[in-house]
C-alpha cells in the first residue's frame, strides 16, 4: 500500500486494537499513514483488545490532560495457575484450587476504592533505569514498590466455558493493571489465578462504540478519507471555552497575561476559528498553556 500524503487534521484516531498486536505496531501504523508524528494514550498488552486512543500530530502535547480518564475492561481471570507475567502468555503452573462463584463475589468489595497496588514485574515500571520486563527477562531480582490507584468498581459477569476461567467488568482511574487485581483477587480467595483475556472498553471519552477497528488501517486509503476518522483535539477536552478579542486577545497570543473574570482552571482558546490550544485561569489572569498551532 502507498502512502497518500500527509494529512492535515490533527486529533486522535480511536482505534480497536485486535489481540495479539502491541500498542506500537499500531502507533507506527499511524505515523506510517498520516505522514505526521503519533502516540497512543495508555498502551495495551499483545494479549488485551480494544480502546486504543492515538493522538495524532500535535495532540500528543495533550496527553498530560488525559492522565485521570475512567476506563473500562471486561477481563478474564483463570484460577488455578500461576505464571511470572501474571498473565496467559507466560509459563503456566498448576497452584491453588478453583473457587466457588459465591466465593469471589465475597472478595470483591476488598479490591474496591483507593489502594496501593504492586505493579507486575513484567511490565514497563522503572527500575533504575532499566524496564521491569528487561530485568525479570534477565532473572534479576528486584521489588515494585505499591503503587496508589483508583479501582471504581469489580463485577463478577460470569463463569466462563472451561469452568476454571470467569469473567469480570472492572472500572478504574488510570495506571492500574488489571493483572495485578487477577493476582491480588486470587489471594484474598488463598489461591492463584492469571489474567487470560483483557479487551479495554472506555478510555476517556473513547468507547468501543465511536471506535474504528485496526483492519480500516490497513486499507487503501487516500488522505481524505482517512481525516474523516479522526476525532478534532477540541471535541474530548472537557473545558470551557475562554473568549478574548482585539488587544487582550493579541496580548494571550503573544504569551502575555490578561485579566479575566473567570474563574481559576484551564479553557481551551480559539485564534479566529482554530482551535489554539489551552489557556490557565489563576487568580483573575489568564495565560496560554499548551500551543497546538
Known amino acids: 500500500m502507498k502512502r497518500q500524503g500527509k494529512i492535515s487534521s490533527f486529533g486522535f484516531f480511536n482505534v480497536d486494537k485486535p489481540s495479539g498486536l502491541t500498542s506500537s505496531t499500531v ?32 495532540a500528543t502535547r495533550l ?19 500461576d505464571s511470572p507475567t501474571l ?9 491453588g484450587h478453583i473457587p466457588l462463584f459465591s466465593d469471589i463475589q465475597s472478595v470483591l468489595p476488598t479490591l474496591v476504592g483507593e489502594i496501593m497496588q504492586i505493579p507486575p514485574k513484567y511490565s514497563a515500571k522503572n527500575v533504575n533505569g532499566q524496564r521491569g520486563y528487561d530485568l525479570a527477562r534477565a532473572g ?10 483508583r479501582i471504581d468498581s469489580v463485577e463478577l459477569l460470569e463463569q466462563a466455558e472451561t469452568q476454571n476461567a470467569f469473567r469480570f467488568k472492572i472500572r478504574c482511574g488510570g495506571g ?15 489461591t492463584s489465578a492469571v ?44 473545558f470551557e471555552t475562554l473568549v478574548f478579542g ?15 473574570d473567570a ?3 484551564l479553557y481551551k482558546v480559539y485564534q479566529g476559528e482554530s482551535f489554539y490550544g489551552l489557556a490557565v485561569v489563576q487568580d483573575g489572569k489568564a495565560k496560554t498553556k499548551t500551543k497546538l498551532c
Open 195 to 238: 489474567m487470560s483475556a483483557l479487551r479495554r472498553t472506555q478510555s476517556g471519552v473513547f468507547t468501543l462504540e465511536n471506535a474504528i477497528p485496526f483492519s480500516l488501517l490497513q486499507q487503501d486509503l487516500s488522505v481524505e478519507e482517512l481525516e474523516k476518522y479522526v476525532i478534532p483535539t477540541e471535541s474530548v477536552l472537557p
Open 87 to 95: 498473565d496467559s502468555t507466560g509459563e503456566l503452573m498448576k497452584k
Open 246 to 260: 482585539g488587544a487582550e486577545e493579541r496580548r494571550l497570543f503573544n504569551g502575555l497575561a490578561v485579566e479575566t
Open 27 to 58: 502507533v507506527n501504523k499511524c505515523k506510517w499513514l498520516t505522514g505526521v508524528p503519533c502516540g497512543h494514550m495508555g498502551t495495551l498488552d499483545p494479549l488485551a483488545s480494544g480502546v486504543l486512543p492515538v493522538g495524532v500530530g500535535n
Open 140 to 149: 534479576v531480582e528486584f521489588e515494585l514498590a505499591p503503587k496508589k490507584v
Open 63 to 81: 496527553f498530560d490532560y488525559f492522565l485521570e480518564k475512567d476506563k473500562e475492561y471486561i477481563a478474564e481471570f483463570t484460577f488455578g495457575v
Open 263 to 265: 474563574k481559576d482552571g
Open 176 to 190: 492500574t493493571y488489571i493483572r495485578s487485581i487477577a493476582r491480588d483477587m486470587a489471594t484474598a480467595l488463598g
